[in-house]
């Protein structure tokens, strides 16, 4: 199985068990969740960087964020407020974590950033340039939502580091040598 392929594979056991461990929600894969591009959503979103870098968000109406955080805090939420923007914030911290965890024997390691969580955010989806893109929609009962992973590979060939090593440092100017190089130039 090839490395993206891997990804894919992690990614989906990550997102299904963030949800089973954090709210007891054995969700399924669905071909459309219903959250459509010009719909406001709440929408966590996490940056890594390491080996991968990229994003993990996840899309969900204000209901569902509402039903989700509700089951992990074993009372009623029916309005978006925010202990349902710190679950939400949490649950991607915990998907992200688990692909994490799941790509480091892959020899797959990256850092993760705080989670950016939203309220009326477009659930609009830029892809990044030279990233791979996988969408994944699930539900449970009513809950409905998406999960979007953006990656792309930075690691660097050992003959491009070496390479990179091998050069002999420039000697560092000071800002008056630059000056007078400048001047030194323009004459």
């Not at 109406?61 to 925010?82: H, P, Q, W, Y």
């Not at 993760?112 to 340039?129: F, M, Q, R």
């Amino acid at each position: 199985m090839e490395l993206a392929e891997k990804i894919i594979e992690s990614f989906d056991g990550a997102v299904k068990d963030a949800f089973v461990t954090t709210v007891s929600l054995p969700i399924i894969p669905i071909n459309d969740c219903g959250i459509a591009a010009e719909l406001k959503c709440v929408k966590s979103s996490i940056i890594f960087r390491g080996t991968l870098e990229g994003k993990v968000s996840i899309f969900l109406t204000e209901d569902s964020a509402c039903r989700i955080v509700s089951k992990m805090l074993m009372m009623e939420i029916s309005s978006l407020n925010g202990d349902v923007l710190d679950g939400i914030s949490e649950l991607a911290n915990i998907i992200a974590g688990g692909l994490k965890m799941r790509l480091h024997p892959l020899g797959q390691s990256y850092e993760l950033s705080i989670p950016s969580t939203l309220a009326n955010a477009k659930s609009e989806i830029t892809a990044l340039s030279n990233h791979t893109f996988v969408q994944n929609d699930y539900q449970y009962d009513e809950i409905k939502f998406r999960v979007v992973l953006m990656y792309r590979s930075l690691e660097t060939s050992k003959a491009a580091v070496e390479e990179t090593k091998a050069e002999p440092e420039k000697p560092k100017l000071s800002a008056l040598d630059l000056l007078n190089q400048a001047l030194k130039n323009k004459k």
